[in-house]
Every structure is written in structure tokens, then in C-alpha cells.
């Protein structure tokens, strides 16, 4: 293959992979657990390379070319909002993150609450088709 057209292939490939990914801070879909709303705020990093070659070998020529596409995405923050108020817990202060990891417990017993509560109104209503 011709490296003229490998190069320019790349070159087009890159250059429309930077406009698609130009986002670097990301907002989270909100999640509501009881009268507790969290919204992650995340960071997401993009990598990408490539190369192409030809070489020449008594038995005849040849040519490759190669393309790589990494990414990362790591959450910085939570936004919390509680009874109407709201708060950033950002997670790369290790005492946010031991405040979030300590308010777990609290979520997943509103979800057990609220489990119950669905389960009761589904009785009543298997109740009331008699």
C-alpha cells in the first residue's frame, strides 16, 4: 500500500476522532435514592496513534499500517443534593470519598425501604382485583 495514502488515511482518521472527542468533563445521568439525588462528574480522556510502513525484502515488498484508540474515564466528583441543599464531594480528597463510602449504607437502606413499600402497594392491589 502506499504510505502517501496510508499517512493521509490516518491523518483523516485522527482529525475527525479529535472533533468527536473533544468532551473532557462529563456530567452523570442523576440518580435519586429517596430524597437523595446524585450526579457524578466525570473525566474522560481520549488517546489515539498510528503508523504505517513499507519495506523491501529480497522475496518482495510489503507494507502495514496500524491504528490505536484508548480511553479512560474516572469520576472526580459527586454532586449531592439533599433536602434541597447541595454539595460537591470530590473524590480525590480522601475524606469525601470516606464521607460517600459512609453514606452507602444509609442509600441501600432507602432502597430497601422503598422496595417495601412497592411490595405493600402490589398486595393491595392483588387484594383489590378479589
Known amino acids: 500500500m502506499d504510505k502517501l495514502l ?27 435514592i429517596g430524597e437523595v439525588t ?16 513499507q519495506g523491501n525484502d529480497p522475496k518482495g515488498a510489503g507494507g502495514g499500517g496500524g491504528i490505536g484508540l484508548g480511553a479512560k474515564i474516572s ?24 464521607k460517600l463510602i459512609n453514606m452507602v449504607p444509609e442509600l441501600i437502606n432507602k432502597i430497601n425501604i422503598n422496595k417495601n413499600d412497592n411490595k405493600g402497594y402490589n398486595e393491595s392491589s392483588e387484594d383489590n382485583k378479589e
Open 38 to 53: 446524585l450526579i457524578p462528574i466525570l473525566t474522560v480522556s481520549f488517546g489515539c496513534t498510528g503508523a504505517a510502513g
Open 75 to 98: 469520576p472526580d466528583a459527586i454532586l449531592v443534593i439533599k433536602n434541597g441543599d447541595v454539595s460537591l464531594l470530590q473524590l480525590k480528597q480522601k475524606q469525601n470519598l470516606e
Open 6 to 32: 496510508i499517512d493521509n488515511s490516518l491523518e483523516m482518521v485522527f482529525e475527525k476522532l479529535k472533533n468527536f472527542l473533544k468532551s473532557e468533563t462529563v456530567i452523570g445521568e442523576a440518580i435519586t
